[in-house]
């Protein structure tokens, strides 16, 4: 006799399923949804299945097709949801923390078995070590940005300072060139040319060479006392 899952354990007097097969089964602790799994996969084998079995217990549950069981067509030939079954639903599009939920949820009726849990650990562990190599990179790649931003800011700074600097001084070089020199000082008594009326009526125009000179000129010196004395201011 050929052993295709856990009810193959349970088949009647003729070597087909019945109500017994199913009530041994539910004393043996296995749930609707887990049995009516097994029984689909014997009928699929070319066992019978009574009618009974069919519309009185079969048709309340969910089996490896029903939307509300979906792990349910990777159920493991003891009833359960091993790393074979787990390997099967992640090739069938699963991702591992999806399977744990819905194991966990109970509507299968199965449990994870060890292989399917260390399974599941691993690959729970690879999508973190996964996760954090994705925020490195993205954060070396954001600090590369700002580095490469700050470095940038720095030139054009630096670059406009300069570009003041220049400015400044070519401005301070243009005043320079336009300011008077000399203006107001000694050298622009010394040696200047002034237009004075000279005794004897002539007008004209001298340079004296001390400022004394030019002072006693206009009888402006002290001592003078005579008509030759007198400042022309006085007459």
Sequence with gaps: MTWLNFMSDYK?????????????????????????V???????????LGSPLRTDYMQHY????????PLGKYQGPKG?????????????????QDIYDEIQSGRSGMQMMGGALDQYYNDLQ????????????EAATATATFRADLL????????????????????????KGRSP??????????????SIT??????GTKRFARPTQYMNTLGMTSGGTGSAGKSPLNL
């Design 198 to 203: 000279e005794s004897g009526g002539r007008k």
């Design 62 to 69: 969910q089996g490896d097709t029903h939307p509300d069981n």
């Design 126 to 137: 690879i999508e973190r070590d996964n996760a954090q190599i994705a925020r490195d990179a």
């Design 181 to 194: 020199t000399g203006v107001g000082g000694a050298a622009s008594v010394k040696g200047s040319r002034l």
């Design 38 to 48: 097994a029984l689909q996969e014997q009928g699929a084998a070319g066992y019978l």
């Design 152 to 175: 940038a800011q720095q030139q054009s700074a630096a670059a406009e300072q300069q570009r003041i600097q220049e400015e400044m001084a070519a401005q301070a070089a243009r005043v």
């Design 12 to 36: 009647g007097g003729h070597g087909n399923f019945g109500k017994w097969s199913w009530d041994q089964a539910i004393k043996a602790g296995y749930s609707g949804n887990q049995i009516k």
């Design 80 to 96: 359960n949801f091993g790393r074979a079954a787990y390997n099967e639903a992640k090739g069938g599009g699963w991702k591992a």
